[in-house]
């Protein structure tokens, strides 16, 4: 079993930045593909940003593209997602997600087995 850890969130005025961090513990002897993904309230979970196991790869939704960066530390099994020129709609809870059996990235909530707790990012307008 896989548990992530996420951690970074919090309140900033648009226009700032935050870095969320995901950290894996448990049984994570192979490298996972890895993911971020959000939810605003009343609204369905949405795919944010996607790493390969290399780190060499990786993907965005198009209203991130440009402001969003998704890196990972193959050392310390840690991912990240560094947010900047943060907007009110990008308001919402942030789950780090990880899966074994990917072998590419995916934006589907569906194909991650293991997912954080979710550590909550608001932006004030």
């Known amino acids: 079993q896989v548990q992530l850890a996420e951690s970074g969130g919090g309140l900033v005025q648009a226009g700032g930045s935050l870095r969320l961090s995901c950290t894996p513990s448990g049984r994570t002897g192979r490298e996972m593909i890895m993911g971020w993904f959000r939810q605003a309230p009343g609204k369905e979970r949405e795919f944010v940003a996607g790493i390969s196991r290399s780190g060499s790869s990786t993907s965005y939704a198009d209203s991130v593209k440009g402001r969003f960066t998704i890196s990972r530390d193959r050392a310390k099994s840690t991912a990240y997602l560094q947010m900047n020129s943060l907007k009110f709609e990008d308001t919402a809870l942030y789950y780090c997600?990880?899966?074994?059996?990917?072998?590419?990235?995916?934006?589907?909530?569906?194909?991650?087995?293991?997912w954080g707790q979710g550590t909550q990012v608001s932006v004030s307008s």
């Open positions: 997600a990880a899966d074994f059996r990917l072998v590419e990235i995916s934006s589907a909530v569906n194909d991650f087995d293991y």
